[in-house]
């Protein structure tokens, strides 16, 4: 392999999905990162160094995230990845419905990426990670960074858009002190909906595009609304159902709420009043003596990215 410097770092954003009505299509890149320093390794070093957000839940060995996808991916291309390891900075909260896997992934292809200098196909890229995760909203944000819409073909392929959002919103997280797995996020949702609110949601979420690409704002209140996921999993996050109606109270500055991903983490939309906002929702979280902290961020329209640069 032509490695031309000693290490490299591989960046990889967090990312929301969903984003209310858009089950499974709709994503943002946010502004929190995974990093990842990859190199040589000698005989003695350790494979895996962790730091940052799941340090205690993660392991730090052959069988953490990163390395495994990276190693899949050597095989995969029939090259010998010789003995490496790498060092991670996670900024990512773990379980809370910020892509925290699809981080890994993506920085786990990265790191091949940056230790053969190849840069792969999408096509390539999304096959390497469905074989670790089998949904591409939060792939495709994390990998290709912006606003993306994404779906997969009959034949398992994938297809997305990407693009910059409009100016003029902040983006405001709040993240209580709980983990959900996606997994019970997940079987909490019924297989099958009425027709009624399959047209409620594909309204909604189009008009969700519409939203962001335009800058029209003030439609995100009603867009944000869901009747295929929100509601159900409801049961799973104390205060969640009535943090929903903050849509209703008109508080100043807010534009529209949802949960990120599978939660339990909560997406907001502000152009103004932020602390205020964060406020009514970790105060409804309080009151359910859930303890919670929040981010202001912008939207990472850059994705993956590859560099020199010492963490």
């Not at 297809?159 to 079987?187: C, D, M, N, Y």
């Not at 909604?204 to 335009?214: D, E, H, N, P, W």
């Amino acid at each position: 392999m032509n490695r031309q410097t000693p290490s490299k770092i591989v960046r990889v954003p967090a990312s929301t999905t969903n984003l209310g009505a858009g089950f499974d299509a709709l994503g943002l890149a946010l502004g929190l990162y995974l990093k990842v320093e990859i190199q040589d390794a000698e005989s003695s070093a350790p494979l895996v160094v962790l730091g940052g957000e799941g340090v205690d839940e993660l392991p730090a060995d052959a069988n953490n995230l990163i390395y495994r996808v990276m190693r899949h991916v050597f095989s995969e291309e029939g090259l010998d990845s010789h003995r490496v390891s790498l060092r991670a900075w996670n900024e990512i909260p773990v379980t809370r419905g910020l892509g925290s896997s699809a981080a890994a992934i993506v920085a786990g292809i990265g790191c091949f990426e940056a230790l053969t200098n190849i840069e792969l196909s999408p096509e390539a890229f999304f096959r390497y990670a469905f074989a670790f995760e089998v949904h591409p909203d939060n792939l495709a944000a994390a990998r290709y960074g912006g606003f993306t819409i994404s779906c997969v073909d009959e034949h398992g392929g994938v297809t997305f858009f990407k693009s910059t959002i409009a100016s003029g919103v902040k983006i405001l997280l709040v993240v209580p002190e709980i983990q959900l797995q996606t997994e019970k996020a997940r079987a909490v949702i019924p297989r099958t909906f009425s027709q009624a609110d399959s047209v409620f949601n594909l309204q909604r979420s189009s008009l969700t595009v519409a939203a962001l690409l335009q800058g029209q704002f003030h439609l995100l209140r009603e867009s944000l609304r869901d009747r295929l996921h929100q509601p159900f999993r409801a049961s799973l996050i104390p205060g969640f159902s009535e943090i929903l109606e903050l849509q209703n109270a008109r508080i100043p500055g807010l534009l529209g709420l949802c949960l990120s991903g599978a939660g339990p983490s909560i997406l907001a939309f502000a152009d103004s009043n932020f602390a205020e906002v964060t406020r009514c929702i970790a105060d409804i979280f309080d009151r359910h003596r859930i303890a919670s902290r929040f981010f202001e961020l912008e939207v990472d329209n850059q994705g993956r990215r590859i560099s020199d640069t010492p963490l």
